[in-house]
DNA sequence: AAGGTATTGATAATAGGTTCTCATTATCAT
DNA sequence: ATGATAATGAGAACCTATTATCAATACCTT
């Protein structure tokens, strides 16, 4: 059974009020003010615990490192190079050829993913 | 002084005849024909010296392992779930509206990637 | 060809991120 | 409230990818 525990309530908040994907640690040190015992292990069980669920998914962008968001429409991501926060772009569309016949050699496709780097509005 | 070795050779030859950005670990099992004595350890020593040489560039993709590639003009990448495998798309655009204007919130956007994933030719 | 030096290969060591362990604590159903 | 049990926190352990070590070897200049 599957208890409603400060800390997964203050992980699942984290998530709802981000603005882009996080990294573990940060998830970490945004829900300790709501909950100051969190540990980084309870992070990430409760990790763990919302992508078996299907809640979060995993987001890899360029500098190699893992970050999770809650599970909803597709949108583009932006990295700031400055801050090296992640940011969600929910405009941002790959329009243009979403044909698949546009590649060659019969190469099937089923799904695409746009990564955007940058400065960000705040580092600017 | 840098050296010519049976070594380097062959890992530039498979860089140059790849279809697509290669995991260390690929570029080891084909150069090894070329030069059977090669090390691991090797390869990674002659990954850093033709990166700091601007010939290679990374290559980060979303199972979070780190490939390399010449470097050259910008293309897409397509992963196969299948086989695992990392291919250029070079006729593959990001066209519509690349204007920065379309990012909300004052974002300076200075790079694209675009990855796509399904199956290759070979596993269909 | 020979010597100086860069490079190599095998292995150990490292590093970062994630998972495991286990005694303690919190949650939920009663 | 209470008990059964799930979850937590701290740290150890682990895992994978990469780098360092060092004696042996290959390369290049002479």
């Known amino acids: 059974m599957a208890h409603r525990t400060r800390q997964r ?27 100051p015992t969190l540990g980084a292990a309870t992070v990430y069980r409760t990790l763990r ?11 890899v962008m360029p500098d190699q490192r893992v970050r999770f968001e809650n599970v909803g429409p597709h949108h583009c991501h932006f990295h700031c190079r400055v ?19 546009r590649i060659p050699g019969g190469f099937r496709v089923e799904g695409r993913k746009v990564l955007l780097r940058g400065v960000c509005a705040v580092c600017r």
């Open 9 to 35: 309530k203050a992980v699942q908040e984290v998530f709802d009020s981000a603005d882009g994907p996080l990294l573990p640690e940060e998830i970490l040190e945004l829900a300790q003010p709501r909950c």
């Open 83 to 101: 801050c090296d926060r992640v940011f969600d772009v929910p405009g941002c569309r790959t329009v243009g050829s979403p044909r698949e016949s």
């Open 49 to 59: 615990l919302l992508r078996e669920r299907g809640a979060i998914r995993e987001v």
